[in-house]
Structures are given as structure tokens and as C-alpha cells.
């Protein structure tokens, strides 16, 4: 790829631009787990949009629906008006996901993005307990706009806030200092203790795995004791599973194994299957308390999202596409254990669940320079953690075992050559 390609993006696009500077190539089409770019190079795909993608790109069947009720002039905008793809979607996502797993919960459409759901749901908390604070959790993010941007703990993020980020607490996750220390014991203490200077909050929010956090994985035992706090302070608990969710940990919600059912769900990234903006809020039928329009967005009812999302609920339909996920999974992990034990070099660490899963590398900088070395080698993928010290796998959910292969054996591969040469700069 020529610079001459590339100028009118560094001419005339913001500097805040960043992936395609991970990626410094123009992609022109992408099928299933594989992106092509203007030159003809194939890469697989363990990026997947960032989460947003884990049924891959232009999935054939979402695509024909799209295509018919497009062609169909079926709505388009309609904000939150009534249509045939919304009743549809409300119906099957009732039906096909919350029924099954027992959870009784309120649909709302905040507007298109994760950060949507995120204020939806702070908004909401603070309006049902009439309580201010929030406690939010180390190494957590939760998007970008003012409100998500208080509760996320990455210090370069909430610097770009440029004004103070308030009425918010911090407390450590999971681990978060080492494995003997129980985090919630110090938790517990803060909401104890009157002298403390911590208020009872509204809510707490967290996210079950920690995407851009370092791909760290709470506890089950963990996070049922974070619901039993909540439960006994009458603190509402927020699960923030734009990124976890939608079967990237293995099941549909992140925290069905852990046997707790929050107070309030956030969805987005993969919910429209498609890549489409589309997110949801979920939450337990009595908080349902918001006056018609007291918290609303133009663009709340992507019905383009609506169809593509009813579509994709056809994998959840019964329990094959969730076992295909945990054979995978294992494949995955296996790989990632055996990538640690052969290659001591890299210093490294498994984390994550299911599909959402990285190596954490003690050497600095050599993360970035596997994912970069497996860019030139023909995958994409990218990397977390405050340091990115962590590379991530984040593989489509339906992507074949040959593909899976393929692209774990380039991972190996683009290991293998940094590893041979002295990794400190």
C-alpha cells in the first residue's frame, strides 16, 4: 500500500483516528472470518469489529433479510415509533433468549451505541434510588460520552473528558491487587464504615471480563457476592455486557454461569449481528419508573438493526451454536497455554473466558509487536490492557475449525519470530 493511498486519510481525517494506524492498509470487502484489502491480501480476522462482529462479516442469511426488507421499502427511521421490525425483534429476543434463561426484563432502545445504554442505565439507577454515586471498578471501561466516560478507569481516556468526572467511586476488581486479597472485603468495609466518606450508591457497574481493561475475568464466586452486597445495601447492579455479551464468553449474557441476574443489562456491539448500530438496555419490570420521553435519541430505532438482529437470534434457537462456541473455546485456550509454556520469552499469562481471551505479556511492548508482526503475517487483531500489555483473540463465534487453525497457527508463528530475537529494546 502506497503513501499516496494512504494521504487522504492523514490530510483530512482527525488525529484521533487509531486503528488504522494498527492497520495501515484500505480494506475493500470482507466475508465471515476474512477481510480483503485494495491490494488482494486476505487476512483472517481475530478482530471482529472489536466485538461488534462475532458472527463475522456479511453473514449470508442476516444479509438476504436486509436485502428483501430494503427492497421491500420497509421503514427505515422511524425513532420510537411502532414497526413490524421492532414488534418482530421484541418478540423473538423475548421468546428465543430472555424466556429460556428465566429473566424477566423490560426492553429499552437508548439510541445506537454502547455508550447509549451505559447513560440509559447510570440515568436510570440514580432516578430510581435517588442516590448520586456510582461505583465502578479499576481497569473497567464503559464508553466515551461524559456519564460511561466516569465510571471507565483508564487514565488517558478520562483525560480527554477535559472536565472533572464525578459523583463516582473506585474500587479494585477482582484481583485487582493480588489473588489472596479479597477485593470486597474491602468493599464491604467503605459501605460499612460512616467515617469512610463513601456514600451508599446507586449502583454499582462492571464488566463480568474486562475488554479493553486487559481481558481480566472475574470470579463467579466474585461476582455472586458483588449481587449479594447489592442485595443488601439495595444498590443496583449494572452489567455492562456490550462487549462480553452475545455469546463472546461462551453463553448469550456473560453472567448466566455465574448464576446471578442483574438489575439492569447493557447490550450493543453484536446485538445486530450485522455490525449495525443497535444497542438495548435491559432492567427488572419495577424500575421500569421514566415519564414517555424523558430520556430519548433520534436514532433509537434503527429498523435495518431490528432485521438483521432477529435474524442473528436464529443461532441461539437451540443449544448446538452454544456448544460449538465451548468446543472452540477450548481449542482456543489450549493454544494459548501451550503458546505460554513454549515460548517462556514472552512472560506470558492466559486470560479471559470463552472467545474473549489474550496472552498478558510481562516484557513491555512486545504484545503490540505480536500484533503488528501478525498483521504483516496476515491476521488482525489487536491489543488491551493500560499498558496494552495484553494481545486478544476476539475470532468470529461461527467461524469453521480450519479458519480457527489457520489463524491461531499464524498467532504462532508471529510469536515465534520475535521471540528469537532479544525482545527489550
Given amino acids: 500500500m502506497t503513501q499516496n493511498e494512504l494521504g487522504i486519510f492523514e490530510q483530512l481525517e482527525s488525529e484521533v483516528r487509531s486503528y488504522c494506524r494498527s492497520f495501515p492498509t484500505i480494506f475493500t470487502k470482507a466475508k465471515g472470518y476474512k477481510m480483503w484489502d485494495k491490494e488482494g491480501n486476505e ?18 442469511t442476516m444479509k438476504k433479510k436486509l436485502i428483501e426488507y430494503i427492497s421491500e421499502d420497509g421503514i ?52 430510581v434510588t435517588g442516590r448520586t454515586d456510582v461505583i465502578s471498578f479499576t481497569n473497567g471501561f464503559h464508553g466515551m460520552t461524559i456519564g460511561s ?22 474500587m479494585p476488581y477482582d484481583n485487582f491487587v493480588n489473588d489472596e486479597l479479597d477485593t470486597l472485603d474491602y ?13 451508599i450508591p446507586a449502583a454499582m457497574i462492571l464488566e463480568t471480563v474486562q475488554g479493553e481493561g486487559g481481558i ?10 458483588i449481587e449479594e452486597i447489592c442485595n443488601r445495601w439495595g444498590i443496583l447492579l449494572i452489567v455492562d455486557d456490550v462487549q462480553a455479551g452475545v455469546g463472546r464468553t461462551g453463553t448469550f449474557f456473560s453472567f448466566e454461569k455465574a448464576g446471578i441476574k442483574p438489575d439492569i443489562v447493557c447490550l450493543s456491539k453484536s446485538l445486530s449481528g450485522y455490525g449495525l448500530p443497535f444497542a438495548v438496555t435491559l432492567f427488572r419490570p419495577d424500575l421500569d419508573i421514566w415519564e414517555p420521553g424523558e430520556h430519548n435519541g433520534t436514532f433509537r430505532g434503527n429498523n435495518h438493526a ?45 486470560k479471559g473466558r470463552g472467545f474473549m481471551v489474550g496472552i498478558s505479556s510481562e516484557v513491555d511492548g512486545l504484545s503490540n ?32 475449525k480450519d479458519g480457527l487453525e489457520k489463524g491461531l497457527q499464524i498467532i504462532e508463528e508471529s510469536v515465534k519470530e520475535l521471540t528469537k530475537e532479544p525482545v527489550a529494546n
Fill in 216 to 225: 481480566n475475568a472475574a470470579r463467579f464466586e466474585w461476582l455472586k457476592r
Fill in 149 to 170: 466516560l466516569s465510571v471507565t478507569g483508564n487514565a488517558f481516556k478520562r483525560k480527554g473528558a477535559g472536565i472533572p468526572l464525578q459523583n463516582v467511586v473506585t
Fill in 43 to 60: 487476512y483472517i480476522d481475530f478482530f471482529s469489529g472489536a466485538g461488534a462482529l462475532n458472527y463475522g462479516h456479511n453473514d449470508p
Fill in 306 to 350: 431490528f432485521v438483521t438482529a432477529t435474524a442473528a437470534l436464529t443461532y441461539w434457537e437451540n443449544e448446538s451454536f452454544e456448544n460449538e462456541i465451548q468446543e472452540k473455546s477450548t481449542i482456543i485456550y489450549d493454544f494459548l497455554s501451550k503458546i505460554v509454556k513454549d515460548y517462556p520469552e514472552l512472560k506470558g499469562e492466559v
Fill in 76 to 127: 427505515t427511521h422511524s425513532l420510537d415509533m411502532a414497526t413490524t421490525a421492532k414488534a418482530d425483534f421484541i418478540k423473538k429476543f423475548n421468546d428465543v433468549i430472555l424466556k429460556p434463561r428465566n429473566l424477566d426484563y423490560k426492553i429499552m432502545f437508548p439510541g445506537p451505541t454502547g455508550t447509549n445504554t451505559v447513560e440509559s442505565a447510570l440515568k436510570l439507577a440514580r432516578k
Fill in 187 to 199: 468493599l464491604e468495609r467503605f459501605l460499612e464504615d460512616n467515617g469512610s466518606g463513601v456514600e
Fill in 369 to 400: 509487536k505480536v500484533a503488528a508482526k501478525a498483521f504483516e503475517n496476515g491476521l488482525i487483531m489487536e491489543t488491551s490492557g493500560p499498558k496494552d500489555e495484553v494481545f486478544k483473540l476476539f475470532p468470529p463465534l461461527n467461524i469453521d
